[in-house]
């Protein structure tokens, strides 16, 4: 391609990339995590910054971006922003590895890639990491290939920054460290100074992330705290990369089908057909490309495979943590594999076109119905917290069950409204165990003085472990009424005449109560 009409593309693949990011970039509020990262930054933030699983290079990035402005669009586009640059950074490490036309393609897949617009488009810190591992191996190829001081620059800054954007960071920079050491010993070529200068920069790199892992030398036991995540299993393997980063927003296949054509029987595939695209134009690269671009593809396949294996294996042993965020990091090498088929086939160039095509307009579909339909999983705390300043009076209470309710409540409140009542929070930890949950709760009741038939509000996260919890308080307390959002639950309760007394009783004296 002619250097003008490159240019030209990768305008194109930016400006679709940031249309993409930006587009309903607040359209929904924040669920739990995202609040989460804005109280990292209120005060005593650095107090909290090391109690932390996570290192706090996101969240120092963050506190400076918030000093800006506090709404949910700007806090937003600090990872929409990252998310950008990535793709821009995907496209010059494919063009250093097999060319302009390999890199634009991977760009384009990248930026269409619904996993990375999500996490573009959350106020946490997996846009930060994916864009560090990027830009870690682009570093690491330009030292392959020319050796500058440049080179060696950027990958020791971004594998610095990269350990300390995320509990997990490091596990990328050792994967690319890794890489980069197999590649010294296979290449006789390189000389002594290539290899100073590589002992010298990953040690300074370890060095300065010893501090961090002093700070958490005694929180070593933080997988016990991820029971959520459910064990991984062989499938976890191929399913997280190949159809939860690709195609996770399309509906089944029956489902679109028979809505859209009105064709509806039981021999339509499921979604696992989408997926036969993008393994089949993996296996077509992996295979048949030239002798020449070996060395590249085998730096991309385990950089995109390594990760995921070891996060696997990590779950069978010490606790599951295999989650699609956690290898998010990964896309960018699995965008690289899909585009580098036109510059890198020796044979069935024509069928790596066509499959290439079908990968992008997958990815296009997945994008519609990921904008179309994500809000729906998330969390309604600002409509919820609408309706509560809408509906409390002044002398009625306001309970947040479960991780961050209080926070997001109080998050939308920019009047103050929910200031003059009652709002108090109950621990997620407490709504793990039944009996437990309702002595702690009726405490809280006592040390609240929530008077006898007061009115109590709940609002609550939708979780299966917070469900015994939910079931036992309604039971106790007479309910009112149930208002429901997506994911959030508002329950108006009355505190029983007796602290002892369930709901059924409750309900029999509840003329008394008026």
């Not at 690491?140 to 001081?149: N, V």
Request: aromatic share 12%; hydrophobic share 50%.
């Amino acid at each position: 391609m002619q250097k003008r009409a490159v240019q030209v593309c990768f305008i194109l693949v930016l400006f679709l990339a940031v249309l993409v990011r930006l587009y309903g970039l607040a359209g929904h509020s924040f669920w739990s995590d995202e609040t989460f990262s804005v109280v990292m930054t209120q005060s005593q933030g650095f107090r909290r910054w090391v109690r932390d699983s996570h290192p706090p290079l996101y969240y120092l990035l963050l506190f400076i971006w918030r000093t800006f402005s506090d709404s949910d669009y700007w806090l937003r586009l600090l990872s929409a922003i990252l998310g950008v640059m990535t793709v821009a950074v995907t496209y010059f490490l494919g063009k250093n590895l097999f060319g302009a036309l390999a890199g634009l393609c991977a760009a384009l897949i990248l930026a269409l890639l619904p996993i990375h617009i999500e996490y573009s488009q959350e106020v946490r810190m997996y846009a930060l990491m994916t864009f560090l591992y990027a830009g870690g191996l682009w570093g690491f190829c330009k030292i392959i290939k020319e050796g500058s001081f440049s080179a060696w620059v950027i990958y020791g800054t971004c594998s610095v920054l990269l350990c300390y954007s995320q509990g997990i960071g490091a596990l990328y920079w050792i994967t690319i460290a890794s890489v980069f050491l197999v590649m010294l010993l296979a290449n006789h070529s390189f000389g002594t100074p290539t290899w100073k200068l590589f002992w010298v920069v990953n040690g300074l790199v370890g060095a300065l992330y010893m501090p961090w892992i002093a700070v958490r030398a005694l929180g070593m036991n933080s997988l016990r705290g991820l029971d959520w995540i459910p064990q991984p299993s062989l499938i976890t393997l191929l399913e997280i990369p190949l159809y939860s980063f690709t195609i996770g927003p399309i509906p089944p296949a029956r489902e679109l089908i028979g809505n859209h054509l009105g064709f509806h029987s039981s021999l339509i595939p499921s979604s696992s057909v989408f997926v036969l695209p993008i393994l089949a134009l993996l296996l077509l690269v992996l295979v048949f490309h030239r002798p020449q671009s070996r060395r590249a593809i085998m730096i991309n396949a385990v950089a995109f495979v390594a990760p995921i294996v070891v996060l696997f294996l990590l779950s069978l042993t010490l606790g599951p943590v295999l989650i699609p965020r956690a290898v998010i990091p990964t896309a960018v090498p699995l965008a690289l594999l899909l585009g580098a088929g036109q510059s890198v086939l020796q044979k069935g160039r024509k069928m790596g076109l066509a499959l290439l095509l079908l990968v992008l307009g997958e990815l296009s579909l997945g994008v519609f119905y990921y904008h179309r339909y994500h809000h729906m999983g998330r969390e309604a705390w600002r409509e919820a917290s609408l309706y509560l300043q809408d509906q409390v009076k002044a002398d009625e209470c306001v309970l947040g069950f479960g991780w961050m309710a209080v926070e997001s409540l109080r998050r939308y409140d920019r009047l103050g409204k929910l200031s003059n009542v009652c709002l108090h929070g109950v621990d997620r930890d407490q709504a793990r165990d039944d009996t437990v949950s309702m002595d702690r709760f009726r405490t809280l009741v006592k040390d609240l003085s929530l008077h006898q038939g007061q009115v109590v509000w709940v609002a609550e996260r939708m979780t299966k472990r917070t469900r015994p919890f939910r079931e036992s308080v309604r039971d106790w307390a007479k309910v009112i009424s149930v208002q429901d959002f997506p994911n959030v639950e508002i329950t108006k309760l009355r505190i029983p005449i007796d602290l002892n007394m369930s709901g059924s009783s409750q309900t029999r004296q509840d003329g008394e109560i008026k």
